[in-house]
């Protein structure tokens, strides 16, 4: 299952400037990182403003108790696991996992994790702490939605705003609950989208319903472009179209959502497959999953103008791969990919650079062996200077979170 701990890579990447064209190589190393992990999956990264690299994951200790533990990474290991809370009602789920963030102003560390609040089976609530300064007490609990409804409320997005407010955005099922509930997905109204902010101290400000009607249970993101927020989504029309669609935030009024791109993807369930963003000053860049003609595909369009518009989407992989997306700005106008895919006779995750004057994506390639099923969820991608951390969940015998530095080098 477990790849060699050094392979190296040579891939040569069209550099496209106005009307010059020219290729160098890309080298890339990689390198295995132990992390002090038992049973366990769900993992998630991030990196603050000062450039540390922090992982969150969920360890599952018996039947009934999950606890949630991060991580910093020093160098080329990672510190002791340090635990964030413990339940034994949470809900834990592959595909709706805790994060872990900060606020930029101090060491104080946020992290979210999902709690259930009734007896329905996708009745939970998010539940958000912030750290003490020495980032051991976990005291200051709370939830951002004040609704107070037994519903779904999760695929939470967080990203620091300004240096005391942190920025947050998730799906709200508050709406689905009523007199004509029946059951998930037999609503009495829609899926939503909601943000808020919140300080250090837990108290929030500028709470917005975003979307009205949004698909059940796919993944959200969130880019920041001038401290202004953007969060992509996938959304859900009553013709059941579920395209993956941009909001913004513009001097402090939230715009109408519009499509990244129309891809007309008409589903009656939920694909459980969001899509991945990120920014570089004005840049930014989407990757997202749909499908065409029953084929699985994975897309990417990228803007020049902070999220107002996108070009036509660059075809990354119509090999009907699984999804489960992930992208990272390296540097302007490059980005890396990673998603699943699987074959006939094994599953990997792959990887791929491109950027917005390529004519298509550039050649894919292996980061590392994988699993199709559910348990292996989603891996995830951070920077660490100019290299990049990847963690995902192996499965074997048992689900562990494994992590892995990419180094490049042109």
């Known amino acids: 299952m477990y790849l060699n701990n050094l392979i190296v890579w040579c891939f040569i990447i069209l550099s496209l400037s106005g009307c010059e064209t020219s290729s160098h190589v890309i080298t890339i190393e990689h390198e295995d990182l132990v992390l002090k992990s038992n049973v366990g999956g769900e993992p998630n990264l991030y990196t603050n403003k000062e450039g540390e690299v922090f992982i969150s994951w969920v360890e599952y200790t018996n039947d009934t108790t999950d606890v949630l533990y991060y991580s910093k990474l020093d160098e080329n290991s990672w510190t002791d696991p340090v635990q964030v809370s413990q339940g034994n009602d949470w809900f834990v789920n592959w595909a709706d996992f805790p994060s872990i963030s900060s606020f930029d102003k101090s060491k104080h560390l946020v992290a979210h994790w999902l709690r259930k609040s009734d007896s329905g089976t996708y009745d939970y609530d998010i539940n958000v702490a912030i750290s003490d300064v020495h980032r051991k007490d976990w005291d200051k609990v709370f939830t951002p939605h004040r609704d107070s409804i037994p519903a779904e409320h999760g695929f939470v997005?967080?990203?620091?705003?300004?240096?005391?407010?942190?920025?947050?955005?998730?799906?709200?099922?508050?709406?689905?609950?009523?007199?004509?509930?029946?059951?998930?997905?037999?609503?009495?109204?829609?899926?939503?989208?909601?943000?808020?902010?919140?300080d250090q101290l837990g108290h929030l400000y500028n709470e917005a319903e975003l979307d009205s009607m949004v698909c059940d249970c796919c993944?959200?993101?969130?880019?920041m472009i001038n401290e202004n927020p953007i969060v992509v989504y996938r959304?859900?029309?009553?013709?059941?179209?579920?395209?993956?669609?941009?909001?913004?935030?513009?001097?402090?009024?939230?715009?109408?959502?519009?499509?990244?791109?129309?891809?007309?993807?008409?589903?009656?369930?939920?694909?459980?497959?969001g899509p991945a963003i990120d920014s570089w000053q004005n840049d930014v860049a989407v990757v997202w999953y749909?499908?065409?003609?029953?084929?699985?595909?994975?897309?990417?369009?990228?803007?020049?103008?902070?999220?107002?518009?996108?070009?036509?989407p660059i075809l990354v992989d119509d090999t009907n791969p699984l999804g489960r997306v992930d992208i990272l700005?390296?540097?302007?106008?490059?980005?890396?990919?990673?998603w699943i895919s699987e074959s006939d006779e094994d599953t990997f995750i792959y990887g791929m650079?491109?950027?917005?004057?390529?004519?298509?994506?550039?050649?894919?390639?292996?980061?590392?062996?994988?699993?199709a099923s559910r348990q292996s969820g989603f891996p995830r991608i951070t920077k660490d200077g100019k290299d990049v951390i990847m963690a995902w969940t192996e499965v074997d015998s048992m689900t562990r979170v494994r992590t892995r530095r990419l180094k490049f080098k042109n």
């Open 219 to 223: 993944q959200t993101g969130v880019a």
């Open 157 to 198: 997005s967080m990203k620091p705003r300004s240096e005391d407010r942190m920025f947050i955005t998730w799906l709200d099922g508050r709406n689905t609950k009523g007199e004509a509930h029946q059951g998930h997905h037999q609503h009495a109204g829609a899926m939503t989208l909601r943000a808020a902010e919140f």
């Open 290 to 312: 749909s499908m065409k003609d029953g084929q699985g595909e994975v897309k990417i369009g990228f803007s020049k103008d902070g999220g107002s518009s996108f070009s036509d």
């Open 235 to 273: 959304n859900r029309t009553k013709d059941e179209i579920r395209d993956i669609y941009i909001v913004r935030q513009v001097n402090d009024e939230w715009q109408t959502p519009v499509p990244v791109f129309q891809d007309n993807w008409k589903i009656a369930g939920c694909p459980v497959n």
């Open 329 to 338: 700005y390296l540097k302007k106008d490059l980005v890396l990919i990673t």
């Open 353 to 371: 650079f491109t950027g917005p004057d390529a004519d298509t994506g550039m050649e894919k390639f292996v980061i590392t062996q994988s699993n």
